[in-house]
């Protein structure tokens, strides 16, 4: 038998893909997850790009818009497509505004960019305001992949943060801070039908 964990991992690693409103670039990790966005929007999955996050604290990798901005803007993506969500300052409140920002537009779609280490993490936190919030929004995963896993970056190797994300999980899902493995699973149901439909 598999652990809820498993099946969490399972589900949320192999999400499926649809073309969408907004690519959520999350803060963090340094410059690895801006290609991935980028590709993204020049493979036309969504026609924007959403950098979420207003931190600055470069021992950790979390640098600032204006650094990113330029380098996005380099690889091809119009200045009107990128929008700034800078109120949140963590994890939690990335998902609340990015959630928020949503509804007010409209958007029905967004597509979620976290390195692969923080993807689990990002996901369900992200999935929990999207239960709370009782919206119908569809949230796609779609990691950074092909990242060093023993490098480190100057915060930690790729490994070591799994190990420590896998911990923030148990954490905040008993906090009721993240969406649980029966909710993964029904959402799971609900957005692939609304793919076929």
């Known amino acids: 038998m598999i652990t809820d964990r498993e099946k969490i991992l399972a589900i949320v690693d192999n999400d499926c893909l649809a073309v969408s409103d907004a690519i959520i670039l999350l803060e963090g990790d340094g410059f690895f997850r801006i290609s991935k966005a980028v590709r993204l929007y020049n493979k036309g999955v969504a026609p924007r790009i959403v950098f979420s996050g207003d931190i600055v604290d470069y021992d950790y990798g ?18 009107s497509d990128i929008l700034h969500e800078d109120k949140s300052k963590n994890t939690k409140e990335q998902a609340v505004e990015v959630i928020r920002m949503a ?11 976290a390195s692969h280490e923080h993807q689990y993490r990002a996901y369900l936190t992200f999935l929990r305001e999207i239960l709370d919030s009782k919206s119908d929004i569809s949230l796609y995963n779609a990691p950074a992949r092909n990242l060093p896993w023993f490098t480190d970056a100057g915060w930690g190797t790729r490994l ?20 649980n493995a029966d909710e993964v699973i029904e959402y799971q149901r609900w957005k692939e039908a609304q793919l076929s439909a």
């Open 62 to 79: 979390s640098i600032p818009f204006s650094e990113i901005y330029p380098l996005i803007l380099k690889e091809g993506v119009a200045e």
């Open 103 to 113: 509804r007010e537009r409209n958007w029905k779609r967004l597509v979620l960019v």
């Open 160 to 179: 070591e943060r799994l190990e420590a994300e896998m911990e923030r999980i148990e954490r905040y899902t008993a906090m009721g801070h993240l969406a």
